[in-house]
């Protein structure tokens, strides 16, 4: 069983700063890949982030690019994303997701574990 916990939501007002962690716990992958999804209320859920298990290859939603940061620790099973600039569109509850193997993955499907999500609210 594999477990992932997202922490670090919140209320912001526009402009200002978040940092999202995921703690992965539970059975052990030899490496996986993850990604940050959010869904926003009455839309589809979107990939906003991901990084594979190196950390060396990255994707970002066009929406993000420049404010948005993924990072992880793999001593600490941990992965990141630290929100700047950010606007009330941004609002959503925010999900880590885990897939196996080193490779990032930019498909919904991929992704095989799930946390429960965070709430992420950004005032204008």
């Known amino acids: 069983q594999v477990q992932l916990v997202e922490s670090g939501g919140g209320l912001v007002q526009a402009g200002g700063s978040l940092r999202l962690s995921c703690a992965v716990s539970g059975r052990t992958f030899i490496s996986y890949a993850m990604g940050w999804f959010r869904q926003a209320p009455g839309k589809e859920r979107e990939l906003v982030t991901a990084i594979s298990w190196s950390g060396t290859s990255t994707y970002y939603a066009d929406s993000v690019v420049g404010r948005f940061t993924i990072s992880r620790d793999n001593a600490k099973n941990t992965v990141y994303l630290q929100m700047n600039s950010l606007k009330p569109e941004d609002t959503a509850v925010y999900y880590c997701?885990?897939?196996?193997?080193?490779?990032?993955?930019?498909?919904?499907?991929?992704?095989?574990?799930w946390g429960q999500g965070t709430q992420v609210t950004v005032s204008s």
């Open positions: 997701a885990l897939k196996q193997g080193p490779a990032i993955a930019t498909m919904t499907g991929q992704y095989a574990y």
